[in-house]
């Protein structure tokens, strides 16, 4: 059984419940009030009717002598249909609908007064006797009060009741079916998006506001629902990415090895002049330094996935002077001029890691074709700020978001003549990671390209001290 | 049929099966209260309205045959002022320092003759007590707390060929305080004012001024009784029926195309 069902049960049972016991209690206390009204009333006729006889023997002592007829004639002077009894117990005079021949007339004369409700078919009635004195003389007087009016007002009392309860109910169950609709519609809905998720669509949400708990609940699943649909779309993203690399790894050792066996094969079926030799050797050593190129990035980019490095805190300036003996004749080979203005500062770094990253920032500027390489350090508050400047051909904007993909190229025609395998950037990547550094590239895709490393300094003035 | 559905049958089935049982449930709970309410039977001691005559303190206990309390004119004023202020009346058994069902009757008696009403009818055709009941005044929003016994009256009922009367007695000085008397024949023709004075003697109570103050129309007439603190008051209709009321009487010898209603009652402020 659904909740719905349950809720809406519960509150016909509630609502039925207290309704019934309310009206229960209610008429109960209204037949016991009607009765004793009545008790009171009785008790007060029989009084009038005592005071009346009392007043008859007062005139007549000798009426129960005078016969039937003197007994008949006072009848109509009596308010309410009464009995009269002997001390003996015997019956002198009734006009009551039935003989009150249940009451034991003991004779004695106190201050209380007998009284019996009785019910005969649709008829009921207040029987009242006491004893009453006339000189010697002791005589039984019994009153009787009809109560039928109060106990059918009282039945159909009831019956209102009951149809005022069918016609409640009526008007009633569809507000309950609402508000048990209004209650169980919001963890419907909760499961019905859970139901959308679980079927993969991982961007459905409830979106129910409030601050009760079925929102509050609703708010915590769309929360959820958000972690799962960014660790699916992030876990898509590296499943995407490998079979890339799978695939561009296939393509980068294919093509040269295409090359080299269509040259080795020629070499190997053919005579040819010497010139044609070399060029065909010179072909195979170029693929074959390319392939050593790449296996030898590919190691480094595993290796860094796997390795723990030990970073020291080492001075930037003296770095780059180091590094600059390095970098000076690839630039100078490529016809390149390097600028290097470095602010002093301790920095955290794998001394090797740190080389090769700048070597492989440096190398793609002057593959780009550019013509001056600026090199700065600044010192930031919390953060050294490297800036390695080109004006070559840049990178398209809309490339900037992949070109830390392994195998990712933007030109790759021109990549492959220079032995390129589009790992680079990828290797920088990884190697800014491991320095907790923080990586941003700029370009316009004209104007050369701008590559920001900014790394994390420790807080205080322990750099100015470690200088 | 889908399981959903099946559920929901099941549900406004128990509903109803809920609501037609307790109907039935609570009708059936009621039917027995009703059969205990209706099978009722006992002993019941009905408290009286008012206590027994607790006394002055300096008085003895007991009084002697004959001999009655006598009552403050503030008792007095009270007893009066409740008595015509009354909604209802609740009938109860003389207690003790309240005169006897038997004294009320003789007391009134004595007050018809006293007052010269009846007198002249024939020993057949004089006044006859018809009834005498005990009771004390129900007041708006009277508490059930037991009342003073001046506070009951008795009300003697006579009646004669001629004559009505229906005479209000203290029930604790036996003193007729208010009489309503219907005169059929041997009327009197003209406010009997010379009354007023013997009927404030007779209630036991002392003139102030013996000059009754009588209205233009000479239907109404009042005394100034215990300084000012009461009055003595009485109304005379004199009520002429003319001959069209006969058709409304079936014995034409008990139809009266005139009679007379003399009320004499002791007032307050």
Known sequence: MKLFHKIFLCFVLLFGIAFQAAGF????????????????????EFQQNKYILQ????????????????????????????????EDGVCIFSNTSMQPDFFIFTGEEDDRI???????????????????????????????????????????????????????????????????????????KVGKAARRIAKGNYSERIGIEGK?????????????????????????????????????????????????????????????????????????????????????????????????????????????????????PVCRKHGAELHMEIEDSMIEVD??????????????????????????????????????????????????????????????????????????????????????????IESDGKMGTVVSIGFPLNKGGADEENI | MKKTYKYTFLTMFLALAFIFGSMAVMNFILYIREDQFLSESGM??????????????????????????????????????????RLGETLHDPVEGQVSMKEAVRE????????????????????????????VGIQKGSSKVQLEPYYSFWTVHFSGSYTDAVVYLNAVTGRVWRAEVTLYDNFFEELPCEKLGQFVELAGLPITDGVAEINEEKTQAVLVVEDGLLYAGLDYQNVALGDNAVVEYTNRELFHDRYVVITYEILTD
């Not at chain 1, 209610?26 to 009765?35: D, E, K, S």
């Not at chain 1, 159909?156 to 009951?162: H, L, P, S, T």
């Not at chain 2, 007052?115 to 055709?125: F, K, R, S, V």
């Open chain 1, 25 to 44: 209690l209610l008429v109960n206390y209204a037949y016991g009030n009607a009765i004793e009204q009545e008790k009171k009333y009785a008790f007060q």
């Open chain 1, 55 to 86: 007043s008859i023997l007062y005139l007549e002592p000798e009426l129960f002598e005078n016969g039937a007829d003197s007994l008949h004639n006072m009848a109509g002077r009596f308010t309410a249909p009464v009995a009269l009894f002997s």
């Open chain 1, 114 to 188: 007998a009284f019996r409700i009785f019910r005969e078919g649709e008829e009921s009635d207040i029987f009242v006797y006491g004893c009453i004195a006339q000189g010697d003389r002791k005589v039984f007087l019994v009153t009787e009060t009809d109560i039928s009016s109060v106990v059918v007002a009282q039945k159909g009392m009831v019956a209102y009741f009951q149809r005022i309860y069918i016609a409640i109910l009526c008007i009633s169950s569809p507000v309950i079916f609402l508000l048990t609709r209004a209650l169980t519609g919001s963890i419907k």
């Open chain 1, 212 to 328: 009760e708990e079925i929102s509050e609940l609703a708010s915590d699943f769309d929360q959820m629902a958000r972690q799962v649909e960014e660790k699916v779309a992030e876990l898509s993203d590296v499943a995407r990415q490998k079979e890339d690399f799978a695939a561009n790894f296939a393509h980068e050792l294919k093509t040269p090895l295409t090359s080299v066996i269509g040259y080795a094969d020629m070499l190997y079926r053919r005579e040819l002049p010497r010139e044609e030799v070399k060029s065909a050797a010179e072909y195979i050593l170029s693929e074959g330094m390319r392939l050593e190129s790449l296996s030898l990035k590919l190691m480094d980019l595993f290796v860094l996935d796997k390795q723990d490095f030990l970073l020291e805190r080492m001075s930037a300036e003296e770095m780059f002077e180091n590094l600059a003996q390095g970098i000076g």
């Open chain 1, 351 to 440: 001394y090797d890691l740190f080389k090769t990253m700048i070597l492989n920032i440096v190398d793609n500027a002057v593959k780009a074709d550019c013509r001056d390489v600026w090199i700065s350090g600044t010192r930031g508050k919390d953060t050294y700020l490297i800036k390695i400047r080109d004006n070559g051909k840049g990178i398209p904007p809309k490339e900037l978001g992949r070109i830390t993909e392994a195998f990712y190229m933007v030109d790759k025609s021109r990549s492959r003549k220079q032995h390129g395998a589009g790992l680079g950037m990828a290797l920088i990547s990884k190697i800014v990671r491991i320095h907790r550094a923080e990586m941003e």
């Open chain 2, 44 to 85: 019941a001691v009905v408290e009286s309205p008012v206590r027994s005559w607790q006394g002055w303190g300096d008085e003895p206990d007991a009084k002697e045959d004959g001999e009655r309390y006598s009552l403050t004119t503030v008792q007095v004023r009270d007893a009066v002022e409740s008595w015509n202020q």
């Open chain 2, 108 to 135: 009134g008696e004595e007050w018809l003759i006293s007052m010269g009403i009846g007198e002249t009818q024939g020993a057949e055709d004089r006044l006859r007590l018809v009834k005498a009941a005990l009771g």
